[in-house]
């Protein structure tokens, strides 16, 4: 398996415009969490789906974020509009769900909003 | 994550020195995991704690965790500088499975 994929792995976006992130978790992994880093609040989790439906959004940080899980192959996290303090780094991890088990992480989507 | 702490937050340790990292948690871990992070890339797995009292080794990296002090530690031992990176706590504290927070890493340098 070619693991997590995330697409683009670099994303340079001015001020307002809609930015939408793309994850491909490994296959049979039925957990997706979105991930944001940055260098003064670390590593912080954004949404989790399981089975393709979000359990918890609490981390997201307000409505210009948004998020969907069409089938099992596929994620999306949505910046509507964006802004300057949305640049970081977004990872996508999948993993098995309930099972105590790893969670495998993406190379990262780095935002920057100019 | 004001749920997980970690300390030190940096290391700079000479290349042949051992190293320990902490991670503390402020409610119950139910598991209790280790991720490595090089800079621009993903984290990845290191080792994955359940037990009190667990502890678990890799080539030259012990994982410990102590489920009554809801702490853990890593301890890297005749350290490389191949070990340097960021090193992130993640952990289970609400029992949703893999329901991961994480601690605000530790960044170790290693001198050769």
């Known amino acids: 398996d070619a693991g997590v994929i995330q697409s683009p792995r670099h994303e340079v976006t001015e001020m307002g415009q809609e930015v939408t992130l793309r994850c491909k978790p490994i296959?049979?992994?039925?957990?997706l969490f979105w991930y944001r880093q940055t260098m003064m609040r670390g590593l912080e989790l954004l949404i989790y789906?399981?089975?393709?439906?979000?359990?918890?959004d609490s981390g997201m940080p307000e409505d210009r974020f948004s998020a969907k899980m069409p089938n099992a192959s596929f994620s999306t996290l949505k910046i509507q509009p964006s802004e300057p303090r949305d640049s970081a780094v977004y990872f996508c991890?999948?993993?098995?769900?309930?099972?105590?088990?790893?969670?495998?992480f993406g190379q990262g989507t780095r935002l920057t909003v100019v | 994550s004001q749920e997980l702490e970690q300390s030190p937050q940096s290391l700079i340790v000479q290349e042949g020195k051992n190293l320990t990292i902490n991670c503390t948690s402020s409610k119950t871990l139910y598991g209790l995991y280790w991720y490595k992070q090089k800079y621009g890339e993903g984290l990845i797995f290191l080792m994955m704690?359940?037990?009190?009292?667990e502890e678990k080794s890799h080539e030259k990296i012990t994982a410990k965790l102590d489920e009554k002090k809801q702490q853990s530690s890593l301890h890297i031992t005749a350290s490389q500088p191949s070990h340097a990176g960021i090193y992130l706590c993640?952990?289970?504290?609400?029992?949703?499975?893999?329901?991961?927070?994480f601690g605000g890493g530790t960044r170790l340098m290693v001198k050769p």
């Open positions: 991890a999948s993993s098995f769900a309930g099972g105590n088990t790893e969670a495998f």
């Open positions: 704690l359940q037990k009190g009292g």
């Open positions: 993640g952990a289970d504290i609400g029992n949703a499975g893999n329901m991961l927070t």
């Open positions: 296959s049979g992994h039925n957990s």
């Open positions: 789906f399981n089975n393709n439906v979000p359990i918890d």
